[in-house]
């Protein structure tokens, strides 16, 4: 088989973002089929590629994967305008491939949702099997976060939404609430398979010296963020707790945040006013070195704003690179991860909005490290028993070979709850 695979963020080990295309290609490739991946040039992300770039792409081999990466940078930084060029940028010109390339099977990932139009395109006009996966719920995170009011581009998102779904022969959903969101469209469940973010134990079992940032002390329990610094990332909720923390000069908890994004400077300017000591910002840095200030770390923040859509509608990379590495989890909205952590004990879930609430937490970390790292253990317990990317490639290998495969059932939903 040949699969066109298009997924504008894709990164290798060597960059700072998520692997999951990276793995699934590679899975792909060891069971003998060729991939073609179709990416945008992150900011964030590394594909692998160094060459210059001819006509806006450059192209060339990464790990067995034949890598088109589209001279269009983007960054969680940008604004709402540049982000929609980029998008809208990118799904043109992977549509001219749709057409030029040759192919099987067609496999789009969002976000963004415009790369279901070249699965779309390449379903009805080419005649492919096209398979969908769906990181994110769109418009309705959107419009549930207040980023898009305009009702005709709603409603644009939602009829592009609605034409991906009924396109595509298969569908991918990355939680609970991703394939209840899928179903409620009309699409049938036997189309659709539950495969979550998984952990890379291969890459966070690898030997390597933990590492701290200057400023963080040897004594501290550090609580570590590691993501986007956007508005669906509430971090203002991070500063708050920290305020309370100073405040009861619990000075034995620290906070690093690593990664980049548009309110980013906003939260340094807000630490810095406030003269928040116990606050460290550092850059995105890449998952290989990730690796060794995880080690370090005692907390990881799975931090997201109070939106309802959230609570059942996202599968995070932070979560299940914080399990892989053994780390307890600290959790400030309802929904099926903070039922996850409260029964797989690896961690405490803290109501949304409740700063209180949020350095009480922290404050039992730090008052009892047996107890944490016990929750620590039973994290990587999770995170080996239910999260092992190698058996999440293969259920997902499992479910693209049999879009061409009429032998094969409705493919196998991943047990999470």
């Known amino acids: 088989m040949r699969l066109l695979y298009i997924h504008q963020h894709f990164a290798t080990p060597q960059g700072s973002v998520g692997i999951r295309s990276y793995q699934m290609a590679r899975g792909m490739i060891q069971r003998g089929h060729a991939v073609t991946m179709v990416c945008g040039r992150g900011i964030d992300g590394q594909s692998g590629l160094s060459g210059s770039f001819a006509h806006g792409i450059r192209r060339g081999v990464v790990d067995g994967i034949d890598v088109i990466e589209v001279d269009l940078s983007y960054s969680n930084a940008d604004g709402f305008l540049k982000r929609v060029g980029t998008f809208l940028s990118f799904m043109w010109r992977t549509v001219r491939l749709v057409f030029t390339e040759r192919y099987d099977v067609l496999f789009a990932s969002t976000t963004p949702l415009t ?19 769906v990181r994110d719920l769109w418009p309705e995170l959107p419009r549930a976060m207040g980023v898009i009011r305009n009702p005709l581009i709603l409603w644009a998102m939602s009829a592009l939404e609605w034409a991906s779904y009924r396109s595509a022969h298969r569908l991918i959903g990355l939680s609970p609430g991703i394939v209840d969101g899928i179903a409620r469209r009309g699409v049938p469940r036997r189309r659709i398979a539950l495969i979550p973010n998984g952990c890379d134990l291969d890459i966070f079992s690898a030997p390597g010296a933990p590492w701290q940032p200057e400023g963080v002390r040897d004594e501290s329990l550090l609580a570590i963020f590691a993501g986007a610094h956007g508005l669906a990332n509430g971090l203002d909720s991070v500063i708050d707790a920290a305020e309370i923390l100073q405040r009861r000069e619990r000075n034995d908890i620290q906070f690093v945040l690593i990664g980049n994004g548009m309110l980013k400077p906003a939260l340094k300017a807000r630490a810095e006013r406030e003269k928040m000591s116990n606050v460290i910002f550092l850059d995105a840095v890449k998952k290989t070195e990730l690796v060794g200030l995880l080690r370090r770390a005692d907390v990881g923040l799975q931090i997201l704003a109070n939106i309802p859509a959230f609570y059942y509608g996202t599968s995070p990379n932070k979560f299940f690179d914080y399990i892989a590495i053994g780390l307890p989890v600290l959790n400030n909205y ?5 039922e996850m952590i409260t029964e797989a004990d ?9 700063a209180e609430a949020f350095a009480d937490a922290l404050c039992a970390f730090a008052d009892d490290r047996e107890r944490t790292a016990e929750q620590g253990r039973n994290a990587r317990a999770l995170a080996e028993n239910r999260f092992a990317r190698r ?21 196998t939903e991943i047990e999470i709850r």
């Not at 309802?334 to 903070?338: E, F, Q, R, T």
């Not at 290998?397 to 061409?404: C, N, S």
């Open 346 to 354: 690896c961690g405490i879930a803290v109501p949304p909005d409740d």
């Open 334 to 338: 309802p929904g099926w991860l903070a």
């Open 391 to 411: 058996a999440l490639v293969d259920a997902w290998a499992d479910w693209v070979e049999g879009v061409i495969d009429s032998k094969r059932g409705p493919g």
């Open 115 to 133: 790369v279901g139009l070249p699965g779309i395109i390449g379903r009805w006009i080419r005649r492919k099997p096209f398979v969908f996966e």
